[in-house]
Structure formats: C-alpha cells, structure tokens
C-alpha cells in the first residue's frame, strides 16, 4: 500500500496515512507534495488573492488530503501541459513591504529557483516520472536538478521584492492514460530594465479527481439515454427523450469506469443473479456495459445494437 504524506495545516509537518481499501482510484493511490517556505498559499497576507484557483476545487479529501476535485468540462477548457494563469497580484507599495517582512523574518539559509523569462522550465519530463513511478515528487527539486537551475537566497530575493512587481498563481494539467495532475506554482515576477525575472515562492502538485456528475450514453450517432446524478449516490437514468428508465445506485468507481447497481436489488455480497443488474459506464469515451449474474461478461448494454460511447460532464 502507498504511504501518503498529508502536510497540515500549512503543508509543514507530515502525517502517513493508509489509503481507502476499497479505492483503485488515481487520486486515491497517490498525494499532493507541497513546498511553501513563506506560507504564502494561505497567508492572512496574500492568501485570499489567489481564491481563482477555487475553480479547480482545491479541497481536503475525508483524509486530509489536497486533492482538486475538477470536471471533464472544466478539463476541457485547459490545453494540457501548457502552462495558465489563475491569477496575479500587481503589488503596491504597502504590498512589496509586507513581502518583503515575510521574506526576512525567515532566518535560515532556504533558497528559491530563480528564472529569466515569461515561464518556468517545462514540467512534461517531471509528470511523466510521477505516471511511471505512481508517486508524486517535489516540483521544487526537480527543477533545482537541472542543468539551468539558479537559486538565490532570502535576502537576495528581499531586494527584487519593489512595487510593481507581481505575484502570479499559475497551473498546468497533464494526463496519462486517464490520470491527471495540477501542478500549481505561486511566483515574484519583476522586470528590471528589458529583463524579467521571476522566482518560484511555492509550488504543489497533486492529483487530480475527476468529479463526474452526468454520462451521456449514445448509440452511434444518436443519444439514447443519460445516467445524471442527483445526490453522489443516486442517479437518475434518462431516456433521450428525459423520461425516466430507472433509479441507479453508484457502488464503485475506478479510473476507467463508474459502476451502478439497479436501485435497490441487489445484495452487499455482490448481487449474485436473477433482478440484479449492474451497468458499468466508462469514463473516456468507451461503451457501457450491463450484465445480471456476477459471473457473466459484461455485454453492449441493451438496446443500442450500432454500440456505445459516453460523454461526460
């Protein structure tokens, strides 16, 4: 079993703690990794300017865990592996001395990835390591590894902290095989002359769960029915024509497929035969299947003989 690292309440110390069992899920198998020097994510002083990132539904799980709760639709709105902005702070003058307070009231020898340029280096070789590895490293560390790397210390950041410069939120998603990632960052941007720099103030990268609350199931091109939820539990299914077919109950979820029962008949065991009947609904695209005895295959479910795919939302 992995073992997580939940950083509470300012991503400080660390706590391990078991995943669900029942879970095959992505976001499940793995946890957020976090590094804030200057606790300026959530800060009294600066905390509540970057509330865009609300949108990707940043929240502790039952566990603690940060995990971004997102769905397809807000995913779609996002070009994978470029980097957006969420939001930006322009700092007054008030603003840079209060920056610069916090910067140097930290008295140790803590060192931050300085850049030139409008962006950071390309995260695509660190995303595809967390994939293969199933564990989520430092951001941090990875761009301090390599060969452009250049740190400054806090007091040589002190003295690039003026008014005018910019605290800037931004995020980039990448995805592998239906797993996804955020990797937020919070970074100082000033010009100096013809030249920007910009330094990397914190970074968190965690999994992404992909909150899916309605499949729309077609039979070639037409749509012909569509599983909606109304509470996390039960879903309505649809015909096309927005008649209802039956309650569902979803039992399971992994990253390929979301699984209902017909409300209500079946037993905890697994619903063994007969009034039981199962549909499993993918995720990405794919058919949807039903079968009524635990040991047969799962089949086109009925009434779309041309075959399935979904939609999500």
């Known amino acids: 079993m992995w073992a997580r690292c939940v950083c509470l309440p300012v991503i400080a110390a660390c706590l391990l703690i078991a995943p669900a069992a029942w879970s095959e899920q992505w976001h499940d198998a793995v946890t957020f990794n976090c590094r804030d020097p200057l606790v300026i994510r959530n800060s009294g002083v600066f905390g509540g300017r970057f509330s865009a990132s609300n949108r990707l539904g940043i929240l502790p799980d039952a ?23 969420l939001s930006a702070v322009k700092l007054s003058a008030s603003d840079a001395q209060s920056l610069r307070d916090v910067v140097l009231k930290r008295a140790d020898n ?112 037409a749509l012909r029915f569509v599983f909606e939820e109304r509470d996390r539990v039960t879903w309505f299914w649809k015909r096309s024509d927005g008649s209802l077919v039956t309650y569902l109950q979803l039992y399971a979820e992994d990253d390929d497929y979301l699984y209902f029962e017909k409300y209500g008949t079946c037993t905890p065991e697994f619903k063994v035969e007969g009034t039981c009947m199962v549909v499993r609904a993918s995720k990405r695209g794919g058919e949807v299947n039903d079968k009524f005895n635990k040991d047969a295959e799962w089949s086109n479910i009925s009434g779309t003989p041309l075959g399935t795919r979904t939609v999500t939302e």
């Not at 566990?63 to 902005?85: H, T």
């Not at 070789?125 to 210390?153: E, G, H, M, N, P």
């Not at 806090?154 to 995805?175: C, H, M, P, Q």
């Open 110 to 221: 803590t060192r931050f990835l300085f850049v030139f340029g409008k962006f950071l280096p390309p995260a695509a070789d660190f995303a595809k390591s967390i994939f293969v590895q199933k564990a989520i490293s430092s951001y941090f560390s990875y761009l301090s590894s390599l060969a452009s790397a250049r740190t400054i210390s806090l007091e040589t950041l002190s003295e690039f902290i003026v008014a005018g410069g910019a605290l800037e939120n931004r995020g980039a998603i990448y995805e592998d095989a239906g797993r996804y990632i955020l990797v937020e960052t919070i970074e100082y941007a000033v010009s100096v002359g013809d030249e920007l720099r910009r330094t990397l103030l914190f970074d968190c990268t965690y999994p992404i769960k992909v909150r899916i609350g309605k499949v729309s199931v077609f039979d070639g091109p």
């Open 63 to 85: 566990r603690g865990a940060l995990v971004p709760q997102v769905s397809p639709g807000i995913l779609r709105e996002y070009k994978l592996g470029d980097q957006f902005e």
